[in-house]
T-cell receptor
Framework: QKEVEQNSGPLSVPEGAIASLNCTYS??????FFWYRQYSGKSPELIMF????GDKEDGRFTAQLNKASQYVSLLIRDSQPSDSATYLC??????????????FGKGTKLSVKP | DGGITQSPKYLFRKEGQNVTLSCEQN?????MYWYRQDPGQGLRLIYY???????QKGDIAEGYSVSREKKESFPLTVTSAQKNPTAFYLC????????????FGPGTRLLVL
């Protein structure tokens, strides 16, 4: 059973701090990794994707991937109250008939306090 | 505007009734997906389709049916066999390519009367 694990939180950080969200996955063959943000009552919105080991930065967001450790993380710098949401980690199944299917973690709820 | 639309936003089902949730996309995406989300749970895959006139069961297909007669449309029917249908239903689509992301519609919240 392929799994994606995240701490459910809530993770509480003060405004302006760095929020660090972590995700581990079980399938060594996974090649594509995604972070989605989901506000309460809304649908998930893609915010970052990463395919290669290392860091990928986009504005205040940085995704980090370590395939050897089967670990992917999302850093949010200068956190704002508007960043308060649940963050879903998703891993792509890149093989066989399930190519393109995603396995989702249950999400980490982030709360940014003013 | 390109995007994914789902309707209705809220849907009420009576016991023994079949209901159909609509999902349409004008992004020219090849693959489409249906997920169910329950409070405190992750997204669970119900059905997916990678090409027109073909679809596969996901992890929780029992009590659901789909069709894919057009590239743009992937409706989901919640049948009376689904005993616990109350959930948030999400449709997603994805362009061709092994590393492409999935993009979600706004969702339909199904409630049982």
């Amino acid at each position: 059973q392929k799994e994606v694990e995240q701490n459910s939180g809530p993770l509480s950080v003060p405004e302006g701090a760095i929020a660090s969200l972590n995700c581990t996955y079980s399938d060594r063959g996974s090649q594509s990794f995604f972070w989605y943000r989901q506000y309460s009552g809304k649908s998930p919105e893609l915010i970052m994707f990463i395919y290669s080991n290392g860091d990928k930065e986009d504005g205040r967001f940085t995704a980090q991937l370590n395939k050897a450790s089967q670990y992917v993380s999302l850093l949010i710098r200068d956190s704002q109250p508007s960043d308060s949401a649940t963050y879903l980690c998703a891993v792509n199944m890149d093989y066989g008939g399930s190519q393109g299917n995603l396995i989702f973690g249950k999400g980490t709820k982030l709360s940014v306090k003013p | 505007d390109g995007g994914i639309t789902q309707s209705p936003k809220y849907l009420f089902r009576k016991e023994g009734q079949n209901v159909t949730l609509s999902c349409e996309q004008n992004l020219n995406h090849d693959a489409m997906y249906w997920y169910r989300q329950d409070p405190g749970q992750g997204l669970r895959l119900i059905y997916y389709s990678q090409i027109v006139n073909d679809f596969q069961k996901g992890d929780i297909a029992e009590g659901y049916s789909v069709s894919r007669e057009k590239k743009e449309s992937f409706p989901l029917t919640v049948t009376s066999a689904q005993k616990n249908p109350t959930a948030f239903y999400l449709c997603a689509s994805r362009p061709f390519g092994p590393q492409a992301a999935q993009y979600f519609g706004p969702g339909t919240r199904l409630l049982v009367l």
